[in-house]
């Protein structure tokens, strides 16, 4: 699947319209661990190899809204061509980040919305769609755009995740790839 999403903070006003017009609103707490080689080559490139609360995903980035997810072990194993995908990253990469979220995940229409409170401070909103490998991206971007204006939310070129985590918590590594 590839994942299609905007940024953006919400207000207590927008989030109180939000809650009200969800399908269904799930919480959870997720603890994510980053891998990559020791000189960041895969975060550079815009790929991240996450385990996210005991499953591995691979999401590659196409540019600022798009994203492929690959969330089958076996397929994740293969892009690395490699049998064991936990032996490849003990003997292959290293640890870059560790951190816990509290998420609300809000089902509206065909959007999937959440918004992600960190253990090191951060908060950030997303409004995303699921699509197919052939899924057309600018139609994608611009129903979360009219989404985003039925709902009166300003979309924002936010930092990411881990790039927050970076800046707050290992300055060293965020001046390595940011600086």
């Known amino acids: 699947m590839i994942e299609v999403e905007k940024k953006f903070q919400p207000t207590e006003e927008q989030w109180d319209v939000l809650l009200k017009d969800a399908k269904s609103i799930t919480n959870k707490v997720l603890h994510d661990c980053l891998y990559d080689y020791f000189d960041y080559r895969m975060f550079k490139k815009g790929m991240r190899l996450r385990n996210r609360n005991g499953n591995f995903e691979l999401k590659t980035r196409r540019n600022a809204t798009i994203a492929d997810e690959i969330e089958d072990k076996k397929e994740i194993e293969k892009y690395f061509n490699t049998d064991n995908l936990d032996i490849f990253i003990q003997d292959n990469l290293i640890l870059i980040a560790d951190y816990t979220q509290d998420v609300v995940l809000l089902e509206i229409d065909e959007f999937l919305v959440d918004v992600s409170k960190l253990s090191y401070g951060y908060q950030v909103g997303e409004v995303e769609i699921l699509i197919g490998k052939d899924g057309n991206f600018k139609e994608a971007e611009e129903k979360i ?11 924002k070129d936010l930092p990411g995740k881990p790039k927050e985590y970076f800046r707050i918590v290992k300055p060293e590594v965020y001046n390595k790839l940011y600086g």
């Open 145 to 155: 755009d009219n989404f985003g204006k039925k709902y009166n939310l300003e979309f």
